[in-house]
Every structure is written in structure tokens, then in C-alpha cells.
């Protein structure tokens, strides 16, 4: 497990005379840290074509990160992606630990933190910033919120469970097809009801932290760029919405949260004797009535949150097609899209290039596996 960050450490100057040090971006030490932050997305089906996935380094780039940070340059840029690192490898506390560090080096050595402004242009600072709040929706959403002894599923999982059973409901004759290499309502649950109220709590109060931590540093980079930086408002509601499916998962299971900031209203108790549901079921659809303020929604916003989501509507479009217009070629297309989005680059090419020269020559230019052994 890593240990937490040494934010005095980080945050004292590198030296008197020059707080911030040198700008590093063409030193060896950078080029090191992005070489070991590559990674493949290890949500991609490859199909019958199998090549090993490349992961990141995170402990490299943490301890990178930490001892340039500390003993030679203060950097936006090494502290967005040392953040990164932490929440892949700590999630929502290694988050907000790197939304405090944020946080202090905009706070102490704005004037001087790396990169430097050219002509009072402060665009790659909020460069790095926009790309950091948009990759934190995704780390957010991957952060686990329920965890057995083996297995911890996040906030995506849930919703991507969520849509495959809404998509089930629908088309039940697909179902094998849909939900082949998913994971369902009915596995999260087990590992749901196989999590330990200790952990629920600490994961509540870990995704609190890391909401007030996120809105202090959006307070201090928005008086620091005067307002015209990014807007965090999408890491703010993917924090918010998976807080309330906590608290939400926690009732569930009776599970008292600790006191801190306002959780969602409790729930009605329930008769004696009555046991705690066994399964969260999904609503979809729900009525509001008008007289009546909304309830915060208790799951990420609507839209497509993942690959496998993504996919699954596909099939839907196709299986629709094929029942209402037959004739129509949207079915065939839709079906061909899925298919596709299932498969590696090398793998698809093989399928839409017949000529075996052509094929080879672009093999060779894009470096790609030349035959299925050697992409398993």
C-alpha cells in the first residue's frame, strides 16, 4: 500500500534563492515518468487476436514524481500527473491527497510554478488542469465502492450493470450475447453484500474528503487564473453521485455512515423483524411529482460511461432494426459497428483488408503482430 504524501515536504521550497528550481521538461527524469505512465485500456475485448496489454509503472511515477516535487522543481505538471498515480493506485484518498498538493503549489508559488506563463499566457497550466479534471471523472467512476476479500468494483461497474439490465429487460433474446464477459446486477451484488461495513465507511468518508479537497482547489486555481480556468463542475457531480450511491448501498445494508458533511436522507426503517433487501434493484423511469423537489440521483449522470455500455445499445439499435425494418441496412451497420468496437486495430484490419500484400505492408508500418501466435 503507498503511504500517504509528505505535503510539507513537497511544498517547502527547493532552495532560497530559487523556491521553484529549474524547469525540468526536457530532463531524462521527465522523459522516464511518461514513458512509465503508458498504459493500454484494459477494458479493450481483443477477440480471437490477444496481444498483452501494456500497464503503467504508478509506483515509479509516484516516487519519481514525489523526489523531483521535493529536492528540484515544483511543477504543475508533475503534480497533475503524480495525482493520477495516486488515484490508480489509492483511489479516492490517493485523489484528494493529490487535489491538496494541487491545492499548495498554486497556493505558495503561483508566480513562480512551472510552466512558467510565455507573455502572461497561463494556457498550459490550464491545459494540465482541464486534462486532470476530466481524467478524474474516469478515476472517480473506477474507484472502487464495494469490495469482498478479492474483488472491488467502482462506480462505472454499477452503472454499466445498471444499462446491461435495462438492455436485458428489452431484448431478453439477446441476453447471452449481452451480457457474455459483463459483469451483472446480480455479481455486483454478491460483492456488495460481501463488503465490510468498515470499508463502506471509510469509502464514504475517503470520497468526502476528496469533494471538499477538489473544492478548494477549485476555489484557489479559479482566484489564481481569475476565473478563466476549466470548469470542475464534472468531477464535482461524478463525486457527489457516487458519495449518494455510498450512503445509498450503506442504508441498504445497515450500515450507520460517520457524521461530516450532509448525506442523503435516510431511508423509512423498516418493520421489525423485516430482513434487509438482498439486492439493490434498479429504477429506471421514475415519476417526480412536480410539487416535490428531486432527490439528488443516486447514480452517475445519464449518457454512456463505458465501452461496454457503449456496445450493448449498439446491439439494441440492430436488434430493433431487424424487427421493425428488415430491409433497412441501419441493422446490418449497427451490427458491424459492434462486432468492430470488440476488436483490436490489427485484428480489425484483418478483417476489412482482403489483399494479403497490402495487409502485410501495413502490418509492418504500424508494427502490428504478422500472425496469431505472436498476439497471444
Known amino acids: ?55 503503467a509503472n504508478w509506483p515509479f511515477v509516484i516516487s519519481e514524481c514525489e523526489k523531483l516535487l521535493r529536492d528540484s522543481t515544483k511543477d504543475l505538471r508533475l503534480a497533475v500527473w503524480l495525482t493520477d498515480a495516486l488515484a490508480s493506485q489509492r483511489g479516492f484518498e490517493g485523489l484528494a491527497d493529490g487535489y491538496r498538493l494541487l491545492t499548495g503549489l498554486c497556493q505558495q508559488y503561483w508566480d513562480q510554478l512551472h510552466p512558467l506563463p510565455e507573455g502572461g499566457d497561463i494556457e498550459m497550466r490550464v491545459g494540465n488542469v482541464t486534462w486532470l479534471i476530466g481524467r478524474s471523472v474516469e478515476l472517480l467512476q473506477r474507484a472502487p465502492i ?43 451484488d454478491r460483492i456488495r453484500r460481501a463488503t465490510p461495513a468498515k470499508f463502506l465507511q471509510k469509502t464514504h468518508r475517503d470520497v468526502q474528503a476528496c469533494e471538499q479537497a477538489l473544492a478548494e482547489f477549485e476555489a484557489v486555481f479559479d482566484e489564481r487564473t481569475a476565473s478563466n480556468g476549466p470548469s470542475f463542475r464534472a468531477a464535482k457531480d461524478a463525486a457527489a453521485a457516487i458519495r449518494q450511491t455510498v450512503e445509498r448501498f450503506a ?34 423511469d421514475a415519476v417526480v411529482p412536480h410539487h416535490a423537489p428531486a432527490a439528488a440521483p443516486a447514480a452517475l449522470p445519464p449518457g454512456i460511461h463505458s465501452r ?58 504500424l508494427d502490428l503482430p504478422k500472425n496469431d501466435d505472436e498476439s497471444r
Open 308 to 365: 461496454a455500455q457503449a456496445i450493448a445499445q449498439l446491439k439494441e439499435v440492430a436488434a430493433y432494426f431487424e424487427k421493425t425494418e428488415p430491409s433497412s441496412p441501419a441493422a446490418y451497420m449497427a451490427n458491424k459497428a459492434a462486432r468492430w468496437a470488440d476488436m483490436p486495430l490489427h485484428a480489425w484490419l484483418r478483417n476489412v483488408i482482403k489483399n494479403e500484400q497490402e495487409l502485410a505492408q501495413l502490418v509492418d508500418l
Open 251 to 284: 442504508r441498504e445494508a445497515g450500515v450507520p455512515m460517520d457524521s461530516g458533511a450532509p448525506t442523503a436522507p435516510a431511508a423509512a426503517p423498516a418493520a421489525a423483524g423485516t430482513p434487509a433487501p438482498s439486492r439493490i434493484e434498479p429504477v429506471f
Open 146 to 188: 464495494v469490495s469482498d476479500a478479492h474483488t472491488g468494483y467502482g462506480a462505472l461497474v454499477w452503472e454499466t450493470a445498471l444499462a446491461l439490465d435495462q438492455s436485458i429487460r428489452r431484448t431478453p433474446a439477446q441476453a447471452d450475447e449481452l451480457q457474455r464477459n459483463k459483469v451483472t446486477v446480480e455479481q455486483f
Open 1 to 55: 500500500m503507498t503511504t500517504r504524501l509528505d505535503l510539507p515536504a513537497l511544498l517547502a521550497p527547493i532552495s532560497e534563492a530559487s523556491p521553484c528550481g529549474e524547469d525540468m521538461l526536457f530532463s531524462r527524469q521527465f522523459d522516464a515518468i511518461q514513458e512509465a505512465r503508458k498504459h493500454d485500456d484494459p477494458s479493450l475485448e481483443q477477440g480471437e487476436w490477444v496481444i498483452e496489454l501494456k500497464e
